[in-house]
């Protein structure tokens, strides 16, 4: 297992000029630091409804491929600027999928409830033999567990069936789209979003998936 914790420039493949319009203006991919817990009434550790708003600030871990094998004839997969993330290359298999996990970090406090939303992009290969599947799910990791958040999936419409359990589909032609959902920290301590990106089995590309940020926001107290 390889991991990796930033990505270097790299040459302009022929799907990064396919989207490159689309990837044109710059993103603010993590938010503003938010005041300090001093300021609250409550105490450092504990959640106050004063802090409701306030945005948390991401730190961005490593990235690996955590099963399987993807191609690197084009090496694009990898951390995009300060917060997004490019899952860009194609699973190396025909007959086993690969998985890319890609880490974040922020400190949660006891009893606060918070939304975390990620932006995303699907996209497709070019490829005249065929196209494979993506999905990406995204989770919160705490010493209490994963606390899902969402989860979708890549598609093009053709040939696959318009939806896969559990999974939101994303056309490509839909362009960027939000995703949200929310975790509840038992505990003060540094928790984990995680994205997953799995790549289904291929014989040519699998359809491309790019998180061009995540937020997470205060949104209330248990």
Same mark, same amino acid.
């Given at each position: 297992m390889?991991?990796?914790? +930033?990505?270097?420039?790299?040459?302009v493949?022929?799907?990064?000029?396919?989207?490159?319009? #689309?990837?044109?203006?710059?993103?603010?991919?993590?938010?503003l630091a #938010?005041?300090?817990?001093?300021?609250?009434t409550?105490?450092?550790?504990?959640?106050?409804?004063d802090?409701?708003? +306030?945005?948390?600030?991401?730190? *961005?871990g490593?990235?690996?491929?955590?099963?399987?094998?993807?191609?690197?004839?084009? +090496?694009?997969?990898?951390w995009?600027? #300060?917060?997004?993330f490019?899952?860009?290359?194609?699973?190396?298999s025909?007959?086993?999928?690969?998985?890319?996990?890609?880490?974040?970090?922020f400190?949660?406090?006891?009893?606060?409830?918070?939304?975390?939303?990620?932006?995303a *992009?699907?996209?497709?290969?070019?490829?005249?033999?065929?196209?494979?599947?993506?999905?990406?799910?995204?989770?919160?990791?705490?010493? #209490?567990?994963?606390?899902?958040?969402?989860?979708?999936?890549?598609?093009?419409?053709?040939?696959y069936?318009? /939806?896969r359990?559990?999974?939101?589909?994303?056309? +490509?032609? /839909?362009? /960027?789209?939000?995703?949200?959902?929310?975790?509840a920290?038992?505990?003060? /301590?540094?928790?984990?979003?995680?994205?997953?990106?799995?790549l289904d089995?291929?014989?040519d590309?699998n359809?491309?998936?790019?998180?061009?940020g995540?937020?997470?926001?205060?949104?209330g107290?248990?």
């Open positions: 390889s991991t990796h914790s +930033n990505v270097s420039a790299r040459s493949s022929r799907r990064r000029v396919l989207a490159g319009t #689309a990837w044109a203006t710059p993103v603010v991919l993590v938010g #938010a005041p300090q817990a001093a300021a609250s409550g105490a450092p550790d504990a959640c106050t409804t802090d409701n708003g +306030n945005v948390s600030v991401l730190t *961005q490593s990235w690996s491929v955590t099963s399987g094998a993807i191609a690197t004839n084009e +090496n694009q997969t990898g995009l600027g #300060a917060g997004g490019n899952s860009w290359d194609n699973n190396s025909s007959s086993a999928p690969a998985v890319v996990t890609a880490l974040y970090t400190p949660a406090r006891t009893g606060t409830v918070y939304s975390v939303a990620v932006k *992009q699907t996209g497709t290969g070019i490829s005249s033999v065929g196209r494979a599947r993506q999905s990406l799910n995204v989770d919160v990791v705490s010493s #209490a567990g994963a606390s899902p958040i969402t989860a979708i999936m890549s598609s093009t419409g053709v040939p069936p318009d /939806e359990d559990g999974y939101t589909t994303h056309y +490509n032609w /839909e362009g /960027e789209k939000s995703y949200a959902g929310v975790f920290a038992a505990h003060s /301590e540094t928790v984990t979003v995680r994205l997953t990106f799995t089995p291929t014989v590309v359809d491309d998936i790019v998180v061009s995540v937020t997470v926001v205060q949104t107290c248990v």
